[in-house]
């Protein structure tokens, strides 16, 4: 019998390397970005289009290759980066096994062009499923550019893997925040399909994640940092009440490279222990610095894991680092609770327990935003003991003994009924001012809460607590049609089991209409299209900045779409419904939006103004 071992050809096993290394485009864009670093590049652009599909691109200014390393660089086993076994052991660069170039080349069309800075002319090199198809000098600029066309076109079957552009999106994107936010000190300009949508400078890490996440971060992040012989940690936590519901902002770096370590994220997450809301993940971004002598990260070329030599010992000073910024910042918020901690509502108190029923479903057709929202569903959702103390009081209000009551003793001290800015005064002592404003008098002062911001935190949190089991939906007794473009219908179809959790009951009829049967409480029939519509726009846009949870995005719609508007005229019992729920929610004092809901103008304040 003849021999039946044949060594496979070079692009047969690239390809099959190529498994490994090349999942999806984002670990193309991962690859390229750390050459990119490894070549000393001070600004480095990522350029896509079709998710990666199509083209994905890297420019970078770096150190370039010479003629010859510029063919080098696709063989496997090519790099410049390891020269002796002994060197795995000190390796400080991103890449070192040769791979993914060569792993890159073998499923895609790669145009690179590069040039040394003193080369007077750069080389330029097309291949195509390993085959190098030209190779000439040309003029460029000084760095690198890798161009990666129609990744998988020789790999049907990789390519079918793929998921939506906007799911593949994600990936990268994500990929370029585990860069980005480490190499603070290099530019990034991300563009996608023609469009900027990242323009970092170079800077330090606070300003990287304020840059790379929204200026509202400002004021969630708390520094870490620690010194000892065994690590460096330096990095930011972000308080405890913005922990998300998902692991998605945690970034861990070991000497400035993304590394995932349970053991390491479960050192945080003690330290944050009691003070993270029910099911929610802290979120931070954490750089170790370690001895690359103690660390292991000959591991697989994909894989972000690392193995550690102190574990034990880096494990306790993580911990107890997160736990010192925690403590300095528990110290300052448990001062502002403080402050409103002398709130009085009413005088009249009533019995411990008492729950207030729910206002009464007016006949009137027009929206009503409280009309199936009970206090007890709030109150058991309330884990922070400070409010929850202060819920205890402002639930010893009866609401509706006194709401009757002020219906009839009503005493309009000043009304002009043509005028908006009317201000009723009545005995309960909370009032609407300016259509905008209700006031309510506190031991130590005034209370003025923003009714359109409070609404929307209220029902922000409310929806981003809903599960299918508690979820207040009506049925609607003619089924909504609604139809939409084929990409917004896929995105309905992507987020169609957290509608379903908020209390929508859809179904597809053909390929982009849906027809609802059932409905949130708050929502009208005839606003469904247009909630629907702006919960998909919201959407988009949430992928584009990186809102990992559709929940929460569907959440904030909902809010945005449904809170009382500023300039609509409440009842009493629409006042105290506010006030009491928005002291029953996770965060009463900020909009989901980032925006305050209350002020308190104590006594100083007061007397301040009338000097
Ligand atoms: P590795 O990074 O593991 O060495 P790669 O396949 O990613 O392997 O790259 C192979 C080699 O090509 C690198 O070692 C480096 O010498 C060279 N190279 C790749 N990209 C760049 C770049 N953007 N600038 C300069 N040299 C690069
Ligand atoms: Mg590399």
């Known amino acids: 019998m003849s021999d039946i071992i044949q060594i496979l050809p070079d692009n047969i096993a690239n390809q099959i390397a190529a498994g490994e290394v090349v999942q999806r485009p984002a670990s193309a864009v991962k690859e390229m970005l750390e050459n990119a670093i490894d070549a ?56 070192f096994r040769g791979e993914a170039l060569a792993s890159i080349a073998a499923v895609a069309q790669v145009e690179l062009k590069t040039r040394r800075h003193d080369d007077e002319i750069g080389s330029c090199i097309t291949i195509e499923g390993s085959d190098i198809k030209e190779q000439n000098e040309c003029a460029c600029a000084v760095g690198t550019s890798i161009a990666v066309k129609n990744l998988f076109f020789n790999v049907p079957a990789r390519r079918n893997f793929l998921k939506t552009n ?54 969630r992040l708390n520094p870490v940092e620690e010194n000892t012989q065994d690590v460096q940690i330096k990095g930011y936590i972000c308080k405890p009440e913005f922990s998300k519901k998902t692991r998605g902002e945690q970034y861990m770096f070991v000497n400035n490279r993304f590394c995932k370590s349970y053991y390491f994220n479960n050192a945080i997450e003690k330290a944050f222990s009691d003070l993270l809301p029910e099911k929610t993940y802290p979120s931070y971004f954490i750089n170790l610095t370690v001895d690359p002598a103690k660390i292991d990260v000959n591991i697989h070329p994909t894989k972000t894991e690392i193995k550690f030599l102190d574990e034990v010992i880096i494990y306790a000073i993580l911990k107890s680092a997160v736990k010192k910024t925690l403590g300095q910042y528990t110290l300052s918020t448990e001062i502002e609770f403080n402050t409103v901690e002398g709130l009085d509502l009413n005088p009249a108190p009533a019995p411990r327990g008492y729950i207030p029923p729910s206002p009464t479903v007016k006949v009137n057709t027009d929206y009503n935003p409280f009309k199936s929202n009970s206090f007890s569903d709030y109150s058991s959702r309330t884990t922070n003991k400070a409010w929850e103390n202060f819920f205890e009081m402002s639930n010893a209000v009866d609401v509706d003994e006194r709401s009757e009551e002020t219906s009839q003793q009503a005493l309009f001290v000043e009304s002009d009924k043509t005028d908006d800015h009317d201000i009723e005064i009545n005995t309960s002592g909370v009032v609407q001012v300016l259509n905008q404003y209700i006031v309510s008098t506190m031991s130590s002062g005034l209370l003025i809460i923003d009714q359109q911001r ?7 949190e409310h929806y981003s607590r809903q599960t299918i089991k508690d979820t ?3 049925q609607i007794l003619f089924p ?25 009951e859809m179904n597809t009829l053909g390929n982009t209409v849906f027809v609802a049967t059932a409905i949130p409480a708050e929502v009208k029939d005839s606003e469904v299209q247009t909630l629907l519509n702006e919960i998909v726009e919201d ?31 409440l009842k009493q019992e629409e006042m105290q419904n506010i006030i009491a729920q928005l002291f029953s ?7 989901p939006f980032g925006k305050k809901t209350m002020i308190i103008m104590k006594e100083n304040d007061l007397t301040e103004k009338f000097k």
């Open 539 to 569: 959407y988009k846009n949430s992928l584009m900045q990186k809102f990992a949870d559709k929940q929460q995005s569907i959440a904030l719609s909902m809010a945005k779409r449904l809170a009382v508007r500023n300039g609509k005229k």
């Open 454 to 460: 409070a609404h929307e935190r209220i029902l922000y």
């Open 166 to 219: 906007a799911v593949e999106f994600k990936h990268i994107e994500e990929e370029f925040f585990r860069i980005a936010l480490i190499h603070t000190n290099i530019a990034f300009t991300f563009y996608n399909n023609d469009k900027m949508i990242y323009q970092l400078m170079a800077g330090n890490m606070h300003q990287r994640i304020t840059a790379l996440f929204g200026n509202s971060y400002k004021e």
């Open 40 to 95: 000393g590049s001070t600004h480095i652009q990522l350029i896509i289009k079709d998710a990666g599909r199509t083209l994905i691109q890297v420019i970078d200014n770096g150190c370039g290759m010479s003629p010859t390393d510029a063919r080098l660089c696709f063989e496997r086993h090519a790099t410049s980066k390891i020269r002796q076994a002994q060197d795995l052991f000190l390796i400080r660069t991103m890449g």
């Open 480 to 504: 909504v049609q609604c139809s939409f473009s084929a990409a917004d219908a896929e995105i309905i179809s992507e987020i169609l089991p957290d509608l379903r959790d908020m209390g929508f």
């Open 585 to 591: 929610c996770k965060m009463p004092n900020m909009s």
């Open 472 to 474: 207040a939906s009506q």
